[in-house]
């Protein structure tokens, strides 16, 4: 895990603030993408977001909350299978690195993190400082449809609560 770490830094120094074709090799969950560029493994996390997986896996969370993610997996299966379903093995995507996570671009024009976002199946960041005022405006655009969708963790007040602890650092 420690080689491919370092070629995930390598890889995000190189292609810092530039767009690159990147190959997806297998999709671990909504959290954790395995990526290649130029034959070099990397791991694609979603840029500005945190997800059910991501809440789920941290130690600061607590059990009540763990149980409410955990039925709110069980209410909403598709959740849990989104990125399997909605990203393709093998196929190209243009991908950015921001912040040291990537920035993975759609054919529909949204990003695989705003799509996270409006379906609700991850959150925004709270006062997270965006380097780009127009995908700022773009992902809180996507957090207000969801929210009047009450798609995903908006759908359960138990669920959005969990959601509102702040980010781990």
């Known amino acids: 895990m420690s080689k491919i770490f370092v070629l995930l830094i390598l890889l995000i120094n190189f292609i810092y603030a530039q767009n690159v074709v990147a ?33 789920l896996n941290r130690t600061d969370v607590n059990s009540t909350c763990k149980n409410y993610l955990r039925e709110f997996r069980l209410a909403y299966p598709k ?23 990537c920035l993975l671009h759609l054919s529909s024009g949204y ?6 976002v409006e379906k609700g199946y991850a959150r925004l960041i709270p006062s997270y400082i965006f380097e780009d005022s127009v995908i700022e405006y773009r992902f809180k655009r996507a957090v207000k449809r969801a929210k009047v969708k009450k798609a995903g963790i908006w759908s359960d007040v138990n669920v959005e609560n969990c959601f509102l602890l702040p980010p781990k650092k």
Not at 27 to 49: G, I, T
Not at 111 to 116: F, G, M, N, R
């Open 23 to 55: 190959l997806l090799k297998r999709v671990e969950n909504n959290a954790l993408l395995h990526m290649s560029y130029k034959q070099q493994p990397f791991l694609c996390q979603p840029y500005a977001v945190e997800t059910v997986p991501e809440l």
């Open 79 to 101: 959740e849990k299978a989104y990125a399997a379903s909605s990203l393709h093995i093998q196929q190209q995507y243009s991908v950015s690195s921001m912040d040291g996570k």
């Open 111 to 116: 990003t695989y993190s705003e799509a996270l």
